[in-house]
Nanobody, 115 residues
């Protein structure tokens, strides 16, 4: 099983980034996929997730209206479009695949937003 995040980097406040999570080794269509983040000295928090078949999306309040999650089942990839980035969005962003009690994590990608 592999989940490989990419697309992180350094961006100025107000800018945009698009994260990708390319997966392999499991039945992608059967798993809900989420993005989490962890800032230095803070606990990991859920940012957004997307369900399997009907594509329901959930966002934490702090990113609503700025971030958009999507999935491409053919490519077994999930994206997180992040607009209007703020310094408080600075964190390592992780991709997570979950089905019932089974979950897989990626290695993370660093997002740094300068003021």
């Amino acid at each position: 099983v592999q989940l490989v995040e990419s697309g992180g980097g350094l961006v100025q406040a107000g800018g945009s980034l698009r994260l990708s999570c390319v997966t392999s080794g499991f039945t992608f269509d059967d798993y809900a996929i989420g993005w989490f983040r962890q800032a230095p000295g803070k606990e990991r928090e859920g940012v957004s997730c997307i369900s399997t078949n009907d594509g329901r999306r959930y966002y934490t309040d702090s990113v609503k209206g700025r971030f958009t999650i999507s999935r491409d089942n053919a490519k077994k990839t999930v994206y997180l479009q992040m607009n209007s980035l703020k310094p408080e969005d600075t964190a390592v962003y992780y991709c997570n695949a979950r089905r019932f009690t089974t979950g897989y994590w990626g290695q993370g990608t660093q997002v740094t937003v300068s003021s």
